[in-house]
């Protein structure tokens, strides 16, 4: 279908409603084979004059006696007014638009507690990026921990500097004028006020 709407330069449901009037004109005929890549793609054999005379084909083949249909050009079409294909695509198909290759890996409270977070910290971290809809994964947490290097801060510090302020992540351009005895003020404020 999608040659023939190339090469007649007609829209989808033209192709199709002028298919199905060569099927009724007895000019083509299904096979009873079907082909591609699912086997829905109907094959048609296209049926000669009778008598095979060169001047019965053209007799067949007049557009006045309303034999060959007439095949307007494409017109001013919009995709979206288009009709879907049915022809080529198995039922109850469903197409996901954010489908990832691999699932993200959340990196486990383990190893936030060996690199030196308290359990409860570790798990509210990652429930925090969780809820943030940004799951913590082994780069991101490398990420942290070398931003909290670069700013000198420890890395208890950073993460609860991280959740005080609501932030997916720590970068040490966020707290160029600060230090880590600022944050341990604001995040007991934090703690505090839950």
Known sequence: ?????????????????????????????????????????????????????????????????GTVPFFRGKGPVFPAKQAPKRDTEPKGTVRNKKSRATPLVTVPVDVLVADGLSSELAAEFLAHRLALKKPLTARAWSDLKSEASKANWPLTAAVEKVLARGWISFQASYVQNESPRQAKGEASAWEGAQ
């Open 1 to 65: 279908m999608a040659y023939l709407e190339g090469v007649t330069e007609q829209d989808r449901k033209t192709v199709l409603r002028n298919v199905a009037k060569l099927k009724v004109g007895g000019y083509i005929a299904p096979t009873g084979h079907r082909t591609g890549r699912t086997n829905q793609i109907v094959v048609y054999q296209l049926n000669p004059p009778k008598s095979g005379t060169a001047e019965e084909s053209q007799n067949r083949n007049s557009t006045e006696n």
